[in-house]
């Protein structure tokens, strides 16, 4: 069925291909609002449609009435099928590059004939694109490097989706009756928050079967190649996975070997030639007698036989950790069963699509005794941020639950306060004094004028009533960069003033980045492990937030909501009170 999100899709594309071939702006510009006008459609639209009323409402005239109904009964327009067909079709996509709209399509197409983002790129690089009109050095600076992130954008998954496809298919290669051992090994293993490919290893004396299991999978979009013991197949949605097999007693060796990073294996390698033995993916080679070691079974034996604990697969990013745990015990990181509660979440009251109460009650499946409510603060109007009465509201909503005998666990009342543009928060002190905590957060970049975020991030930690920092950044990964902030100071700040620093779960955030935690870390800063929720679906996100924290070798006592209620309680408490 054609939806009502269909339709204004169509409406919307319909606008920006009259505008991109120059037809009059009264006639664009009722397709645009044709669109806006569905979206806040208050009468159920299929009703309207059916009754044939929508050339009543305001803001669709009769003629657009017509071509919905039409899409709607016949599932398709012949009119938009012509229009589509009357440009390049590579033109549409130039929408995605920031900086790039319909008069600027329609400039580029006009003057220089370029039909598609290939052709742009290289007219920015050639600078043809800074002489025309409307345009700019800048500008073409700014659609170069869009186009740019683009690229890189496009040849990255996010760790969470590609780990929800790869889940099932290591757990469906380990059924095979042919297969000893499997194994998720690359970047997903390492838990990157972004990842190239799939890597899966599987262990076995008779691996073609294997192969051809893989090659067919339904999602299988294409073999790339396939040979005896190695195959790469691209899955449907674009994401390529490589299958390797090998007989068990490679297994160990292999495992490690594609588990990576290669900065990792790189040092290995050479910490194992200063033993007199060469490290590969097939095994151990005695430089000089040319006689393996027996006794390598699993990654462990190997670590051992190097000197090392078994380094989990999180820390092997080349990053020192060699160095740093030889002759260690093995790091005791956190884990997903450590946490007893999350602070960072959204209710109906701002922009989160669910309940006060069905968010405990889902935080309380989770296992946790207690969780913090952190709408969003006025400021960010686009999210229904509550103004000061309605926080007051909904924290006296919060004592309630607390004191009610069905209550499942302990509410935290917080907020997720924004940083204005100069640093000062959307609250007076009085107002966030009645809160338990409060997360301080950036939503918009700073202008022209003004502190930078670092700054403002900096002047927020300085309230003595600010518990601690939502995503710093602020990047989305694969879409929107992070803002060009100095994590050295922003730790050191958070140090100077007891600030804690979140670990924003959402798969698309994971922010601050592990990278810095090692940092932080040896600042005395701690965490808070923090889903974002706006659904209480998004709890599960918790996982994506706890890789992180490994990866930046965070243990137990380095993330606050891993404290019971009791404890964390006291902690808020002492942070609010200025002690
Ligand atoms: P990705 O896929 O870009 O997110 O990152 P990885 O780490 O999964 O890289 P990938 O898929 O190219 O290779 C998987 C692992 O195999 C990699 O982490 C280490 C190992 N590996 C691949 N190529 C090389 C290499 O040229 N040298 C070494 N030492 N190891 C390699
Ligand atoms: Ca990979
Ligand atoms: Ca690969």
């Known amino acids: 069925m054609v939806t009502k999100n269909d339709i204004i899709g169509i409406l919307e594309e319909i606008g920006v291909i009259l505008e991109i071939k120059g037809e009059n702006p009264f006639k664009t510009r009722a397709y645009a609002n044709a669109a806006r006008t569905l979206e806040g459609l208050e009468e159920d639209f299929h009703t309207l449609v059916a009754e044939e009323r929508l050339d009543q409402v305001k803001g669709i005239g009769k003629a657009i009435a017509e071509k919905i109904s039409r899409l709607v009964n016949e599932g398709d327009l012949p009119y938009y099928n012509d229009l589509k067909a009357s440009i390049p079709p590579g033109l549409l996509d130039m929408l995605d590059i920031p900086g790039m709209g319909p008069k600027k399509i329609k400039a580029v197409h006009k003057n220089l004939n370029i039909s598609n983002i290939e052709e742009l790129k290289a007219s ?63 970047s997903l293993r390492r838990k990157k928050e972004t990842v190239g490919d799939l890597d899966f290893l599987a262990s076995s004396g008779s691996p073609a079967p294997i192969m051809d299991w893989f090659t067919k999978r339904p999602e299988v979009q294409e073999v790339t190649t396939k040979g005896e013991t190695k195959a790469s197949v691209r899955l449907t949605g674009g994401l390529q996975a490589d299958l390797r097999v090998v007989p068990p007693e490679q297994y160990a060796f292999a495992l490690h070997h594609f588990t990576g990073s290669k900065e990792h294996n790189v040092a290995l390698r050479s910490r194992s030639l200063q033993k007199g033995y060469s490290l590969s993916e097939w095994g151990l080679k005695s430089e000089k007698a040319n006689k393996a070691p027996q006794n390598i079974f699993s990654e462990e034996d190997l670590f051992e036989f190097l000197g090392l604990p078994l380094i989990p697969p999180e820390l092997r990013e080349g990053r020192e950790e060699i160095e740093r745990l030889e002759g260690e015990n093995p790091p005791l990181l956190i884990e997903e069963s450590d946490l007893k509660g999350v602070f960072h979440n959204h209710t109906k009251a701002s922009d989160g699509q669910s309940s006060l109460r069905e968010m405990a009650h889902a935080a309380a499946k989770m296992g946790w005794e207690y969780l913090g409510i952190s709408d969003h603060s006025k400021a960010s109007f686009q999210a229904d941020g509550l103004n000061e009465e309605k926080l007051i509201r909904q924290i006296a909503e919060i004592r309630e639950y607390n004191a009610s005998p069905d209550r499942e666990l302990h509410l935290f009342a917080g907020i997720e306060c924004d940083i204005l543009s100069d640093g000062s928060l959307d609250f007076e002190d009085e107002v966030l004094a009645e809160c338990d905590y409060v997360i301080a957060a950036i939503h918009s970049r700073s202008g022209q004028k003004g502190p930078d975020e670092t700054a403002r991030l900096i002047a927020a930690m300085e309230n003595p009533l600010v518990t601690m920092i939502a995503h710093p950044t602020g990047r989305l990964l694969l879409q929107r960069e992070p803002y060009d902030l100095d994590h050295r100071k922003i730790i050191d700040a958070a140090a100077g003033n007891g600030v804690v620093i979140e670990i924003n779960s959402h798969p698309r955030r994971l922010d601050m980045d592990w990278r810095w935690w090692r940092y932080a870390r040896e600042k005395g800063v701690r965490a808070s492990i923090n889903p974002d929720a706006h659904h209480s679906d998004h709890f599960a996100y918790t996982l994506a937030g706890i890789n992180i924290a490994r990866k930046g070798w965070l243990q137990r006592e380095d993330v606050i909501n891993t404290m019971g209620l009791k404890d964390v309680s006291d902690f808020l408490r002492k942070k609010m009170s200025h002690d």
Do not use: S
Not at 126 to 132: C, R
Not at 157 to 179: T, Y
């Open 124 to 186: 920015c690089e050639e600078g043809k694109l800074q002489i025309l009109d409307g345009f700019g050095k800048k500008t073409e600076e700014k659609i170069l490097k869009g186009i740019q992130n683009r690229e890189a954008y496009m040849a990255r998954h996010l760790w969470w989706e590609a780990h929800a496809i790869a889940k099932p298919l290591v757990e469906a290669l380990r059924e095979l009756p042919e297969v000893e051992k499997a194994e998720i090994a690359g």
